[in-house]
């Protein structure tokens, strides 16, 4: 039998709570998201456009890409597209892509290097750009 020693100034109810052990049940490969966008965020987008956007963010999440972050109510020295969409990979402060729609036009601006796509005429056809989805889990819009 083993016996606990406890300071006196120590109650149970003011020792750290420690995390249940965890189960050694098989590991999984990807942790359930729960998350979804806010829904204050990227006012510009079709609901269409949002659905797309959260699911291609499921899809590409175990290819690095983290998480996206709706810019384009940031101050801007100037005036700013419809929608800024920050694309940030795992682990990093900043966006690795901008993916930028105005007037039914989008386009793909890459951070590290400064370039910028050709126009596009869809939110998926930006996304592919970033992180394309292979067909066989292709989305629909």
Excluded: K
Aim: aromatic share 6%; proline share 9%.
């Amino acid at each position: 039998m083993r016996r606990s020693v406890r300071n006196n100034a120590e109650t149970p109810s003011s020792r750290p709570r420690q995390a249940p052990p965890r189960s050694a049940g098989p590991a999984r490969t990807r942790p359930q998201l729960a998350r979804s966008l806010p829904r204050s965020a990227f006012p510009a987008l079709s609901a269409g456009e949002r659905v797309y956007l959260e699911e291609w963010l499921r899809t590409v999440w175990l290819r690095g890409i983290d998480s996206v972050e709706d810019l384009a109510g940031r101050p801007w020295p100037c005036t700013v597209a419809e929608t800024v969409i920050g694309v940030f990979r795992q682990d990093e402060g900043q966006a690795g892509w901008l993916v930028v729609g105005q007037e039914g036009q989008w386009a793909v601006a890459t951070c590290s290097s400064g370039e910028v796509s050709e126009p596009v005429a869809s939110l998926s056809d930006a996304l592919s750009l970033v992180c394309p989805i292979d067909a066989a889990s292709e989305l629909e819009v």
